[in-house]
């Protein structure tokens, strides 16, 4: 049986490569009139390393990276933000300089809140601020359990887990299939930005594909084909001996 | 109102916390070993800790005590159960690591406080932000540096601001903790733990002597570029 290819879920408001994917309309409200919107290409920077870090983003459509570089001029993506996703804003209270990079990913659209905006809001009413506690607390939550998987799950157990979950995302019915179910779903991130959200190097990642063609589960140029869901739910929820 | 922007620093906003919050609450005093609150647990009351040091963990899988992963050790000024406002349920559970002096407060106090003052509204925002910052920085530190690594940013996370002379620190959790909480198994630890020999680190028991901290953070940072 050939599987039906699904596409991508339009604009998830759960994206698994953000760290909260979450879209607080009433931020918005508050924030939009006084914010500036950027419109940006792939790979256009928002920030550097040691920029003054006195605003923050807030992403309306695409994809931005945080990441780092090492002296041996590798980078480490910590993070991928999705629509709806605000950033900078830890840096902006606290530190006087972003202590990582952020670019984006795909064609992005993002507004730019100032420190004095945020300020001044503050001062006007804050308790329209409470939105943003409630954003910012899923966003602690969202990643208290990213760093709980990176500690205690392997590598090649968090790229089944990440790839589960798009299939769940895209086929909500996966769960329920019965063995030998094939499917195919499209997803819209690249391999360096999938690598970057399970904590692995490019060169890992390719390891760990290569070994889930081998259980028939094949990703390429964005298409991900299962031949059976049940294998790859199996390899998601259990350590396999490596 | 003036925001002062030199307020928001990590030691200023936590400070703050101690200052503005411990007012609101009741105290209470806790042993070492007990549990606060379990993950899934209605948040019912958020924990100021005054005194002591208590550690968050959270089960890979979800009602699995057994799975559970250490993700945190919060000490003077957090304010545990924040980040699970507007959820009403625990994310985590959290657990003393020693005798604890807390304060209790209500969620709706403190939501009604934040709704009412400005200047509350951007601390808890700031405390959120520290919390932030810290997982982005375990998350950095889990991908780019090696166990060794990970055990040096440990270590000198216990002596902060120590540069030179001799520290002598008790480590606050047990080895096989700590080898939880740093990701890696206790063999991997002990190895570690020896290999950090020549960078002047000695383990007696519970105690851990680091001869020149200035040193250790120097060899932590070589470990981060190799990793």
Avoid at chain 1, 33 to 38: E, G, H, I, P
Avoid at chain 1, 83 to 99: E, I, K, N, Q
Avoid at chain 1, 146 to 166: H, T, Y
Wanted: glycine fraction near 10%; hydrophobic fraction near 40%; proline fraction near 6%.
């Amino acid at each position: 049986m050939s599987p039906e290819i699904r596409p991508p879920a339009a604009m998830p408001a759960e994206d698994s490569c953000s760290m909260g994917g979450l879209f607080e309309t009433d931020v918005l409200d508050i924030l939009m009139d006084r914010s500036r919107r950027l419109r940006l290409i792939p790979g256009d920077s928002l920030f550097s390393q040691g920029d003054p870090a006195d605003r923050f983003f807030l992403i309306r459509d695409g994809k931005v990276r945080l990441y780092t570089l090492e002296s041996g001029g590798g980078e480490v993506t910590l993070h991928v933000f999705g629509p709806g996703d605000f950033f900078g804003l830890p840096a902006m209270l606290g530190l006087r300089h972003y202590p990582v990079n952020g670019d984006a990913v795909t064609a992005a659209v993002v507004d730019v809140i100032t420190r004095s905006t945020l300020f001044a809001r503050l001062e006007e009413d804050g308790g329209r601020l409470a939105p943003l506690l409630v954003s910012l607390g899923r966003r602690h939550r969202t990643m208290t359990r990213a760093l709980a998987e990176l500690k205690g799950i392997s590598a090649f157990r968090r790229v089944c887990l990440w790839l589960w979950r798009e299939l769940e995302k895209a086929m909500p019915e996966a769960g329920q299939h019965p063995p030998g179910t094939p499917a195919a779903i499209r997803l819209q991130v690249p391999h360096y930005v999938i690598a970057g959200a399970v904590g692995l190097t490019p060169e890992n990642f390719s390891r760990a594909l290569r070994r889930l063609e081998k259980l028939g589960i094949h990703l390429h140029r964005g298409h991900l084909t299962i031949t059976d869901t049940t294998a790859l739910k199996h390899l998601a929820e259990t350590e396999a001996p490596s | 109102m003036g925001i002062n922007l030199d307020l928001l620093s990590e030691q200023a906003i936590l400070g703050a916390a101690l200052t503005r919050l411990s007012p609101l609450g009741t105290a209470q005093m806790a042993d070492e070993d007990t549990v606060l609150y379990r993950e899934g647990e209605p948040l019912d009351t958020l924990y100021l800790v005054q005194d002591g040091s208590v550690m968050t963990e959270v089960a890979l899988i979800a009602g699995c005590p057994g799975t559970a992963t250490p993700v945190d050790i919060a000490g003077r000024g957090a304010v545990l159960g924040l980040s699970d406002l507007g959820d009403g349920l625990h994310g985590e559970t959290a657990r003393t690591l020693s005798p604890c002096r807390l304060i209790r407060l209500s969620p709706a106090q403190v939501n009604t406080l934040a709704g009412s003052s400005a200047e509350t509204a951007l601390l808890l925002v700031g405390l959120l932000s520290v919390g932030l910052r810290h997982r982005i920085r375990a998350i950095s530190d889990q991908r780019s540096l090696s166990a060794r690594g990970r055990l040096m940013a440990f270590l000198l996370s216990l002596m902060p601001g120590r540069r030179g002379g001799a520290v002598t620190v008790r480590l606050p959790v047990s080895k096989t903790t700590l080898a939880a909480h740093l990701g890696i198994t206790p063999q991997s630890l002990s190895r570690s733990l020896r290999s950090l020999r020549d960078d002047g680190v000695t383990v007696r028991g519970p105690l851990v002597t680091v001869a020149d901290p200035g040193g250790l953070r120097l060899a932590m940072e070589a470990e981060r570029d190799v990793a």
